[in-house]
T-cell receptor, first 110, second 115 residues
Framework: ELKVEQNPLFLSMQEGKNYTIYCNYS?????LYWYRQDPGKSLESLFV?????AVKQEGRLMASLDTKARLSTLHITAAVHDLSATYFC??????????FGTGTSLTVIP | ETGVTQSPTHLIKTRGQQVTLRCSSQ?????VSWYQQALGQGPQFIFQ???????GRGNFPPRFSGLQFPNYSSELNVNALELDDSALYLC??????????????FGPGTRLTVL
């Protein structure tokens, strides 16, 4: 079974600082997704990474994918309070079943 | 274009009962996936339907079953409810070919509590 691990699980950071969330997965996949979830809400799609070396940026968030290392990163630049949420990475297997990480709970402190 | 909708929003059941959750996919989407998200956990894949056929199943017992209708809406049925079935149930739709899909768009979820 495909395993997806995220770290850190909890992240408390000051406004204006930079940080990176890591997502490792156990078997080959050429696609990876990042989602955001606010408390009590559903999942919002952030990025779809479709190939090795893919890099996507939206605002203060940038995601990258290294399929050889089975690693994706979500980099946060100059954090603001609005980024406080839980972030999930998800990897599909060959049967197109999506496996999610346990999530990273991000709190941005003023 | 309407997004993914789910009903009901919240539901309380007792052990041993049966429940049906409903999902309407986003316009133009032919694939629906269901996930269970326990508190503090990531979503766990239950199963996926593509053009009314099951197209993959996660590690869930047979008492979790589903349907997809010609308009691509879907139902998740859970029989003989257990306390551990308490979770947020998420439906996601996408436009797929049955072998690979594009981004999955999630509905707001149904919060099921089993007492």
């Amino acid at each position: 079974e495909l395993k997806v691990e995220q770290n850190p699980l909890f992240l408390s950071m000051q406004e204006g600082k930079n940080y990176t969330i890591y997502c490792n997965y156990s078997t080959t996949s050429d696609r990876l997704y990042w989602y955001r979830q606010d408390p009590g809400k559903s999942l919002e799609s952030l990025f779809v990474l479709l190939s090795n070396g893919a890099v996507k940026q939206e605002g203060r968030l940038m995601a990258s994918l290294d399929t050889k290392a089975r690693l994706s990163t979500l980099h946060i630049t100059a954090a603001v309070h609005d980024l406080s949420a839980t972030y999930f990475c998800a990897v599909p297997n060959t049967g197109n079943q999506f496996y999610f990480g346990t999530g990273t709970s991000l709190t941005v402190i003023p | 274009e309407t997004g993914v909708t789910q009903s009901p929003t919240h539901l309380i059941k007792t052990r041993g009962q049966q429940v049906t959750l409903r999902c309407s996919s986003q316009s133009g989407h032919n694939t629906v996936s269901w996930y269970q998200q326990a508190l503090g956990q990531g979503p766990q894949f239950i199963f996926q339907y593509y053009r009314e056929e099951e197209n993959g199943r996660g590690n869930f017992p047979p008492r979790f079953s589903g349907l997809q209708f010609p308009n691509y809406s879907s139902e998740l049925n859970v029989n003989a409810l257990e306390l551990d079935d308490s979770a947020l149930y998420l439906c996601a739709s996408s436009h797929g070919t049955g072998r690979s899909t594009d981004t999955q768009y999630f509905g707001p979820g149904t919060r099921l509590t089993v007492l």
